[in-house]
């Protein structure tokens, strides 16, 4: 433990030198404005600057400055999404989805500024607990993720989605259809087990001769991407949504700017928002360190557990405090622990890891179980950055949140024509194909009407992030098997794991039959 | 989430002086980029083809060999198959390339449907030839390839081998030694090389016949050790391991790591392509790569590599005939 500490002051103590320290500053700026922008997330951030840390390199004559800039740009980015999550309701990332569920109410409520004070402390004390997690077992950490095969992976999967189950409110039919839609949205593409390609409807000219040329079908050959679907269902169909409900005679929040209102919003988040804050730091941080998963899977999941362990679930999606904390404590948390599998691993548990992995091996380093023994000078520094870099990304985005709450001071008929262009302009710089632009306004159409017919929409959002995770790692299973579903449940880890999964899925049958029960009981004596 | 060419927006500002500069100081060239390159990655991030294609992109970007950024992006669905659509698709060929696996092979004889046609792929240049060992747990209590077939053989189809995706290198490997040597092994097709070596080093997998650069990180570390090379003669870097030529085998393989244009590529574009991956290959940090990770082979371009093509085309369409992928 000495050794620890005394390491970790050295890291420190190199990561506040001047050029690290500016490095770091500049990094989390960069990374939260890039997070912020509908589209364009860390893996974008991260990935544009890759080239220049050649140039950082060549400069400071080590890997670490580099490497502390990019982690630098991550951890920025986890703050940044949920800034245009909570303010305009588009998430800012894939890893902010889960923030619009409740930060987007709380803005409408006129509690924006609790909304955005909430999220920067509970991504620090996420980023926090992680960091002092990486720092203490990173090597013991790295044999629990060797220990997660394909059974485990996959009971993994199963349990974020009987958590979400109790998401959409009591209605379980509609919930468990939703989570269908999103399922059947992330088959498509090809079939990563035997490479047959699916859903992509073929050549049009087979069905209707008429429509040749018209629709170009090719785009659905690299599958729905996520956030296509998230921008569709969180920007249009969100904007559609409040148009319908208000018929536009709502403005936004009025929220004052003053200082003396963020420390009343810290008094509100020390009140309402630790809860979620815990779980999310926690969970989110055992997720991160899976290889497959990151830290959008992370911030879904903690979501869901903080729902359900929730006094009051029915006010989740409502504007609940801890709705916005345990996603954000949960996709910084995430984020650090991705870091865990690719440094000890050598395998990225996101995509914005597998770019800081290329640029490991770019800079001459063997990402491995050698690497905490073999390279402490770069190992120690970068850790000692984490803290650093989380502690200036706190204070930046406290020292902008006047500036995102007068954003908010737009009448909605101004912000609601600013959402749609975000929208359509976001989608296509992320993957600069018209085809995802129309998907993502169909998708918005589709989520609309879904929304009138009272179908909960993060279920299916839920599902079309951990799909491509966890139907791979089911076929693995049952192949290592031979289709025995078995496998599932005797393995000692996977096992409690598929069986508490199983609970919780059944959980509402089970109070169903119960107030069923009860309500009989309660009339029979009145005949 | 992916890495995309939304990347190729940021790469212009950012790269704007690096740009300039070697704008300025290239010669006159019948064919330059006028626009960022796209830079297809045939599998997904963090494996061996993954790496190479990122510190080729590094070693253009930091040397300033091009004019315009590469832009990485990875397509890995369906062994390759969303890959080779994209470049039969290209709307561009003149500013589209490719870097492959030996799935570039592979996939268009087992999907006729894809109506791709490798032959129609501009051939830029073979940057390396990456080689296959074979690797087993340091618990496994094997050291030898004999005691490998006597475990693997008692154990049957309980014998795990994991690979990256289905009837691609790793599977044609696992399928030989099935065949020649009488075995059941049962292959487990992954995603990523990573993820083969992670779950080997974590015993959720008895073996894997990963490339150096993709099990290097639990070799050094002790957790994996390999049993026999897949080549004709032995690794410098593992000189201790045998090759199965000397075990009696008659079989090696190769995987090619070649940068190839998109069908359509003009004449002019091909030889500008050619010429700056000659450039990389000949960079020292390149050199060094393909040393430190096993690598093998020659620069190969043109007519050259269309004929090792040919060749290699008609020994995949044997491997897989004879495994019964393919009719």
């Known amino acids: 433990m000495i050794e620890i500490v005394s390491a970790l002051g050295d890291g420190v103590w190199q990561a506040l030198q001047p050029i690290n320290l500016a490095l770091a500053f500049i990094g989390v700026v960069v990374g939260l404005f890039v997070g912020a922008m509908p589209g364009l997330g860390s893996v974008n951030g991260v990935a544009i600057l890759l080239p220049f840390t050649f140039v950082i390199q060549k400069y400071t004559g080590t890997a670490t400055s580099p490497m502390i800039f990019l982690a630098a740009i991550y951890y920025g980015a986890m703050y940044g999404g949920a800034i245009s999550s909570i303010t305009l309701g588009i998430p800012g990332a894939s890893t902010a989805v889960a923030t619009t569920f409740d930060g987007r109410p709380l803005a409408l409520k006129g509690k924006a500024d609790q909304a955005l004070v909430a999220a920067a402390v509970a991504s620090f004390v996420g980023g926090t607990v992680a960091n002092l997690l990486f720092t203490g077992f990173a090597p013991a950490l790295a044999s629990v993720a060797l220990d997660f095969g394909n059974p485990e992976i996959f009971a993994l999967m199963l349990l974020a989605f009987a958590t979400f189950v109790g998401l959409g409110g009591d209605d379980i039919p509609k919930t468990i259809f939703s989570i269908c839609i999103g399922l059947v949205l992330a088959t498509v593409g090809f079939d990563i087990i035997s490479g047959e390609p699916r859903l992509q409807f073929g050549d049009p000219l087979d069905l209707f001769p008429a429509t040749a040329g018209l629709i170009d079908t090719t785009g659905f050959s690299h599958g729905i991407r996520f956030l296509v679907l998230a921008i569709g269902v969180y920007g249009i169909g969100e904007m559609m949504w409040t148009i319908n409900s208000s018929r536009g005679k709502i403005t936004m929040t009025e929220t004052t700017i003053t200082y003396d209102r963020i420390r009343l919003a810290l008094i509100e988040y020390r009140k309402k928002a630790w809860k979620g804050t815990i779980i999310g730091s926690a969970l989110g941080f055992f997720v991160g360190i899976l290889p497959a998963a990151g830290a959008t899977p992370g911030s879904l999941m903690s979501y869901g557990v903080a729902k359900m362990t929730s006094r009051n679930p029915e006010n989740y999606g409502k504007g609940e405090l801890d709705g916005v904390a345990a996603p954000e404590a949960a996709n910084n948390s995430a984020s650090t622990g991705a870091m865990l599998p690719m440094m000890t691993l050598g395998i990225p548990g996101s995509p914005t890891t597998a770019v800081l992995l290329a640029g490991m091996v770019i800079w001459g380093l063997q990402p491995g179980p050698r690497l905490f023994v073999d390279q402490p000078d770069f190992v120690w520094p970068l850790i000692g950055s984490f803290y650093v870099s989380n502690l200036i990304a706190l204070l930046v985005n406290l020292a902008f949140i006047p500036i995102f709450l007068w954003m908010l001071r737009m009448p909605f008929t101004i912000l609601a024509p600013l959402i749609f262009v975000l929208s359509v302009v976001g989608t296509f710089a992320a993957y600069q194909n018209l085809f995802d632009v129309w998907l993502m306004v169909l998708f918005g159409l589709g989520a609309f009407l879904l929304r009138i017919l009272d179908y909960p929409l993060a279920p299916a959002v839920l599902a079309i992030v951990l799909g491509p995770i966890a139907e791979p790692k089911l076929r693995q299973s049952l192949l290592l098997s031979d289709g025995d579903p078995s496998i599932f449940f005797t393995r000692p880890i996977a096992g409690p794991i598929t069986v508490i999964a199983i609970i919780l899925i059944l959980l509402p049958l089970f109070k169903i039959i119960w107030t069923k029960v009860k309500s009989t009981r309660a009339e029979t004596p009145a005949q | ?327």
């Open chain 2, 1 to 327: 989430m992916k890495l995309t060419r939304r990347i190729a927006l940021g790469l212009v500002f950012a790269s704007g002086m690096a740009a300039s500069v070697a704008a300025t100081t290239s010669p006159a060239l019948a064919f330059e980029p006028t626009k960022p390159i796209d830079f297809v990655i045939m599998a997904g991030k963090g494996g061996g083809a993954d790496k190479m294609a990122r510190l080729m992109q590094a070693i253009v970007e930091e040397e300033k060999l091009a004019s315009k950024p590469l832009v990485p992006t990875n397509k890995s669905g369906g062994s390759g198959a969303e890959a080779l659509v994209h470049m039969k698709g290209a709307g561009d060929p003149d500013h589209t390339i490719m870097v492959t696996l030996n799935s570039f092979f592979t996939t268009p004889l087992r999907q006729p449907g894809l109506e791709v046609d490798i032959m129609k792929f501009a051939p830029v240049g073979r940057m390396a030839e990456d080689t296959f060992l074979l690797w087993v747990h340091k618990d496994s209590g094997i050291t030898t390839f004999e005691q490998f077939l006597e475990k693997a053989k008692a154990d049957g189809n309980k014998w795990v081998m994991g690979g990256t995706g289905k009837n691609s290198e790793d599977n044609i490997i696992t399928d030989y030694l099935n065949n020649t040597y009488g075995l059941d092994i049962k292959y487990i097709p992954y995603k990523g090389g990573g993820a083969v070596a992670k779950d080997l080093a974590g015993q959720q997998i008895t073996s894997s016949v990963n490339n150096p650069s993709e099990a290097l990180g639990f070799y050094e570390s002790g957790d994996v050790i390999p049993l026999v090379a897949f080549t004709d003669e032995r690794l410098p870097m593992f000189k201790d391991v045998p090759t199965l030529k000397e075990k009696g085998g008659d079989f090696s393989y190769f995987m090619q790591r070649a940068v190839v244009g998109a069908p359509g590529m003009s004449d002019d574009a091909q030889k500008y392509y050619t010429g700056l991956f000659d450039k990389v290959f000949k960079s020292a940090k390149w050199q060094d790569y393909k040393s430190k990770k096993s690598l093998m082979g020659d620069f190969m371009a043109g007519g050259d590599l269309k004929s090792y093509w040919e060749t290699q085309k008609a020994r995949h369409e044997t491997i897989l005939k004879a495994s019964g992928a393919i009719k």
